[in-house]
């Protein structure tokens, strides 16, 4: 048994990882669960003994295939396709109406709030910014303007846009009003992120575990076929014009009856 502060700083890890990020969660345990559903198939496969020793020169490699296929694909097509969800989310195109509400308040001039998050984004670069968020413009939106009201040090000193905020009346009478607005809708949008996220997630599994991978696996199953007919691992029965090919099936499929 792991010490408990082996244990502890693990569950640290785990929380600190997915707890804002339960889409990311649910695909890890996807690619663990096609994993060991990959490794438990081919150990069956490898230590049946009813199995013969020229079946399993076919069914071996083509369960290895499989599984490569399986995992690969579920995991680059969701992270994939939640990594471009998440972009989109933290680009400031789609937006919470808190946030929305709140770059207003900072507004200064026309500009649209779209091209204010940008410029908030890229001027709010403080040090140690990185290790707190690895989000986009929208949290580094909320956390830049949390530090540039609480005082912290700002690397962007130069900025006209930081230091007319700081000097605003409205802003320099409303502070703390503000940096408590800040953190409740930065831990909202952290909250919408991650509810888009898991439905993304499981979304994208879908698609993938229903309609991308059978197709793919049955091209490699195919490939694996023909080689396998052609070094004559696998028998082929002439029947009239037609070509039946003779392939060995698992012993898992003599437990279902219809």
Request: with cysteine.
């Amino acid at each position: 048994m792991p010490p408990a502060n082996l244990l502890e700083r693990f569950n640290n890890y785990i929380y600190k990882k997915f707890s804002n990020d339960m889409g990311a969660s649910l695909i890890v345990l996807g690619v663990a669960g096609w994993t060991f559903s990959a490794l438990g198939q081919l150990g069956m496969i490898a230590l049946n003994k009813n199995i013969d020793k020229k079946e399993k020169k076919f069914l071996i490699p083509q369960e290895i295939a499989d599984g490569v296929v399986n995992v690969t694909l579920f995991y680059t097509i969701c992270a994939g396709i939640k990594k471009a969800v998440d972009s989109l989310l933290e680009s400031g195109k789609i937006l919470t109406f808190r946030t929305n509400n709140l770059v207003k308040e900072f507004r200064t001039g026309q500009s649209s709030v779209e091209d204010l998050i940008k410029s908030f984004s890229e001027e709010l670069s403080y040090v140690n910014l990185a290790q707190e968020t690895d989000g986009g413009r929208i949290s580094k939106f909320y956390i830049g303007m949390i530090k540039l009201l609480e005082g912290k040090d700002v690397s962007s000193k130069d900025s006209v846009l930081l230091k007319n905020i700081l000097a605003s009346e409205k802003v320099l009478q409303n502070k703390d009003r503000y940096i408590n607005l800040l953190k409740k809708g930065y831990d909202e949008f952290q909250g919408y992120k991650n509810g888009v996220g898991v439905v993304t997630a499981i979304a994208a599994s879908v698609l993938v575990s229903s309609v991308i991978t059978p197709i793919v696996r049955n091209k490699v199953a195919n490939h694996f076929q023909k080689k396998s007919i052609e070094k004559g691992k696998i028998s082929v029965k002439k029947v009239g014009n037609s070509d039946i090919y003779k392939l060995p099936v698992s012993i898992v499929f003599d437990k279902f009856k219809i």
